[in-house]
């Protein structure tokens, strides 16, 4: 069964940081470009990082320097490291390959407060 499912959102303060997880399984996230995506209350979804295949990844301007998108072959793995969170950082974030080809999960919530 082709599925994603993220994990590790949570509340945190303003400048605090959060690791989300998105575990693929029925395909491989190593030979698909893998991207997560948030979308906050109001407002479309967006793509926030994404990984190619060869592990170039490429961030919206809103996140660099703050936002780090890994992988793990071995566990079939996508990986958001957030630091230096801010409260417009705030939204239900989700995995999935770009374009967009498998259902979306059920996203993992982040909420910064300030």
């Known amino acids: 069964q082709v599925q994603l499912v993220e994990s590790g959102g949570g509340l945190v303060q303003a400048g605090g940081s959060l690791r989300l997880s998105c575990v693929a399984s029925g395909f491989n996230v190593g030979v698909n470009f893998m991207a997560w995506y948030r979308q906050a209350p109001g407002k479309p979804r967006e793509l926030v990082a994404g990984?190619?295949?060869?592990?170039?990844?490429n961030l919206a301007d809103s996140v660099k320097g703050r936002f780090t998108i890994s992988r793990s072959d071995a566990w079939n793995t996508v990986y958001l490291q957030m630091n230096s969170l801010k409260p417009e950082d705030t939204a239900v974030y989700y995995c999935?390959?770009?374009?967009?080809?498998?259902?979306w999960g059920q996203g993992t919530q982040v909420t910064v407060s300030s």
């Open positions: 999935n390959t770009v374009p967009q080809r498998v259902s």
């Open positions: 990984i190619t295949r060869i592990g170039n990844t």
